[in-house]
């Protein structure tokens, strides 16, 4: 498999994250899949938002659960751009997509819409959360799940092959060669995050990991060239 480079949010780095604008970039500047953040709203609608709560990214403030779709739509996510739903994501780019779900919940809700658009080729999962990758996994056969870790050792392998998560994301701060050579062990797939400056690069790339998850579209671009 080719190196793959993944939009963190969109292209967070230069355009409001988890817009419609920097999902747009993202596709634009070439990147293989567009990595975004699920959470329900108060009337169960996907919403695209890393937080659970709007303060960080929005002109508003409290949490996503408490407010209706309606109201979140209200709010200024950056550079005049509105609060999108997963719906409208997968409307308005072509690429790929790795969703991050936060809970069970959230797993249900994405479950629903993968059956209504069989999105299964076209949607990979992940989470920090065990239950959750296993809970898609259940509702949707065959989809394609990664677990995300930021403090991990060697035992992540063991916590992805327990969730049949055939892909880990990890973060490359912690990364070592003893968990790469353990999850090959495992055929496991491996992506680094987050792969901001040329010298992460070259460590994930270094390693042999099988892609980077970044905030810059330079990446890309730098990729080609540190095989």
Known sequence: MNFLTI???????????????????????????????????KDGALVVMHDAEVDRTTDGTGPIAEKTLEELRGLDAGRGERVPVFEEVLDTVRSPVQAEIKDMAAARALAKVMHERDLVGRVEVSSFHDEAVAEIARLVPGVRTALIAERYDTDVVERAVAVAAPTLCLDIRRITLEIVEHAREADLRIIGWVVNTHDHLRLVRALQLDGATTDFPEIKRAARFTA
């Open 7 to 41: 939009g963190h949010r969109g292209v967070m780095g230069v355009e409001p994250e988890n817009t419609l604008r920097s999902f747009v970039a993202a596709q634009d500047a070439g990147l293989d899949l567009i990595e975004l953040d699920l959470h329900l709203s």
